[in-house]
């Protein structure tokens, strides 16, 4: 009789346990389908070894309107995840401001892209290809005006 009944208390803790794996695997699934949706953008950085582009993705929050570009102007500034791609300007290179205007982007540097340090792309060459990146994430973006506090960056030069 003690064997039975020990039998059946095994049974409802093997049911108690299988109904809360069940319950903690609906809970994940549905985290995950309504966590934060996010979006693939490209970014390109120059190669140490070849000169040539190194293409790489990320996925970034979905934003809207000027917070797109901005969240994509400050990961591109970050530089590279691969260790074979050089960062486009100097370790520490900020934008104090970015906001488009019609059809063109207006983005505002800090100083520290004026310095050549780190193994960062020369500095007009990070600028083309900053531009690249804008506007191929950004269609719509015709013009990248580039300033470093408030003076032109191609009068720098």
Same mark, same amino acid.
């Given at each position: ?86 960062? @486009? #300007?100097?370790?520490?290179? $900020?934008?104090? =401001? ?7 982007? *207006?983005? /505002?540097?800090? &100083? ?16 083309? @290809? #900053?531009?690249?990146?804008? $506007?191929?994430? =950004? ?7 580039? *300033?470093? /506090?408030?003076? &032109? ?5």
């Amino acid at each position: 009789m003690k064997i039975q009944s020990l039998a059946k208390k095994l049974n409802v803790a093997q049911k108690a346990l299988a109904a809360a794996l069940a319950l903690a695997f609906l809970f994940s699934l549905t985290v995950y389908f309504f966590k934060t949706p996010r979006i693939r953008h490209v970014f390109r950085f120059q190669s140490v070894d070849t000169g040539r582009n190194n293409v790489e993705w990320r996925l970034l929050p979905v934003k809207k309107g000027q917070d797109k570009i901005s969240l994509y102007v400050q990961e591109l500034l970050l530089g590279p995840k691969n260790e074979r791609s050089r960062p @486009l #300007f100097s370790p520490g290179t $900020k934008a104090n =401001f970015c906001f488009e205007r019609g059809k063109s982007l *207006y983005v /505002d540097f800090s &100083p520290e892209i004026l310095e050549m340090s780190g193994n960062a792309s020369q500095i007009m060459e990070g600028l083309e @290809l #900053f531009k690249m990146n804008v $506007k191929r994430a =950004f269609p719509h973006l015709k013009n990248v005006e580039a *300033y470093i /506090d408030g003076k &032109p960056l191609v009068e720098e030069f």
